[in-house]
């Protein structure tokens, strides 16, 4: 085979396809069979009531009733996925345009500019769900009391639903920062990518700088939100103030219930997180495309 | 000459006009762009500075519990600095976590399971990276997609089939590393997508034509990635190993699931602190104090599970932060 290594054309296109797929194969297999066939069989588990008996796995159809249990029969269960879904809708758009901030300020010519940046990548490595639990039970990541604040109870009088959005954000606001980490380098990344010429230019054509943040670096910066937010949305689901999750893994554990129901949880909770990436994806692709704007890094 | 009398010729002074110093007090102070001015850099430190304090208050809280004597805790004058250093807290914490064993437990679990996603990764980042292969686009949107797929859709199976495995062939799989190591060696394990993504943005950096020249002089494509690629690529090898170690040992989800607390590892034993210590210490009914007093062991006990990768990130902070900006994440 070696004789003939450098082959042009067909052969080389069939060469490059058996290479590729012998180093691609570990992965492929694993991938099948661990993330590929759970995918579908899980969707087929909740619809059946799931055994393991000393034969096996026992499966008996059921059709609905374990999704009915998990909406209707479970008291737990829907509200710990509404409270999960606000939580997410105004944790991902505070984190991602956090981040944001925090990028353009780093992005500047500062003095310390990355003793702070190690700052806050930190969190991506101390934090397990271990450490949030001990961090939150034990109040230590109180840093205010939102509702003792004299403008959260006149916010409150006005409207308690912007109240309880407030509030959700500042109670634990450290832990929304302890999110950040990853989309800030993202942010500078693709902040440092930016043809700073193009802001020369647009001065000269006598833009304001309000204008062309919105004209030149938003659009470059949109697919990297995307990114931020799916990867926050991944994140949230993680950690212990996720409550869904935890529930899932008592179901697990349930052999009463039994998987079955467990892979409702699963599935209905996964229903949500598509909906929630789907209104990410729609709300940040770009319409236009911008790829001259961007200056990508030369490869070999 | 010439040029020592230009340079003198530039340094007299011009003098200015009124509205040309006016306005050279006004870009020192407000720039042309909104972020070059003085006035923006000095809300930049004020607003870094009071962020990074929030950042850090969480583990500066944590530093000050962990070293309170408990009338300390239940002293209100005493907010951060404790009256009297007392370092029991971490003797405590210490034999409550079982230490030395299960620090040694999770430095092999996670180092086992790293350096096994570390070689799959590598090996799928170079698959992309280098050739073209039927349905490329499609398997390469799969491995994003297995990013984003919630993780107990895929767990209820794979408990599955690791219990139908132990109960057909009467091997014991859980509560062992068995499991996690096979999914890591099929490139299953954590986060590995990004891993994956790393080393194929890293890949790509490389020049073709190496290979090419390989080939040339007869070297076979394994060959190829070990001698010129591996060789090649040692920095982000060592920066997709620190991750994988990092992500398995705060992994507690499907670590817990297949492990059941079989093998003691930190994060977990961390997780179940309050239990394993009311177990340990003598209930005493009726003291008020008794579960504040407990804050600061468990504070203690929290400092103690974080420090490994505290001192892994001192060291190795660069390569953490270079690793994420090479992900590039691109369409």
New interface residues.
Partial sequence: ???H??KTGKGK?RR??I??????S??????L???????F??FY?SFHN?K?TAL??ELTPIGFENHITALLRNVEFTPALLSFILMALVYVPGIVIIAFI?A???N?K?KFRSF????????????????M???M?????D?MFVDQIFIFSMVYNFSPFIARIIYILFEN??ML??FTG?PI??F??GLQKIDISL?EAS?IDGAS??QS?WKITVPVIK??AL?ST?YTI?QL??FPINPV?SM??EA?YNTAAG?GL??A???I??LV?ALM?GLAYLLLRNKEVVAPVVKYRT?? | MEVSVLNKAKKIKQPLSKKMILHKIRYRIFG?????GLAS?IV??V??IS??Y?????LL??LS?STMSPNDIINPEVDWIPEKLSFSNFITAYHVLQMPQTLFNSIWYSGVLAAFQTI?SA??G???A?????L?KF?FS??LL????????????????F??VQ??TGIQLIGTIIPQLV?A????GVN?AIL?LIFYNFF??????LD?AA??D????FQV?WHIIVKLSIPSIVTVFLFAF?WN?????TT??FLRGAIKLL??Q??V?ENVFANLAPAIPGQEGANRVN?AY??A??LI??LP??I??VFA?RQ??EG??N???K?
């Fill in positions: 085979m070696s004789k290594a450098v296109r490059d396809n290479r590729g797929y012998l180093f691609l570990p992965w492929l297999l694993g991938f069979m661990f993330t590929f066939f759970p995918l069989y899980t588990l799931v393991n096996g796995w925090l353009i300020l780093l500047q500062l702070f940046r190690t700052i806050f990548f930190l969190p991506v490595i101390v934090l397990s769900g271990s450490v639990h001990q961090l039970d034990t109040g230590s990541t840093i606001f450290t920062l302890w990853i380098v993202l500078i990344n802001y001065q700088p309000w943040f697919p990297i990114i799916l991944v689901g993680m999750y899932i893994q697990i998987l467990a892979s949880y699963a599935y909770y996964s997180i990436i490869r070999g | 042309y762009n909104i972020l070059s850099r930049s430190y607003l870094l962020i990074s929030v950042f850090l208050f969480p809280k944590m519990t799959v090996l799928t170079f698959a992309f280098r050739y073209e292969f039927r490329k398997w799969m491995v297995s990013f984003i797929i919630p993780l107990p859709v895929v767990l209820i199976p794979r408990i599955m089939i219990v139908s109960s057909s999914m060696m099929f490139g299953q590995s994956i790509r950096l490389i020049p073709p034509a090419e080939h040339i007869g070297a076979s494509a990635f990092v040992w705060n992994e507690t989800y817990g699931t994060p977990i961390l997780s602190f804050e468990r504070m006990a929290t599970s974080m990768l505290l892994t990130y902070q953490f932060i994420i900006e992900t590039g994440f369409e």
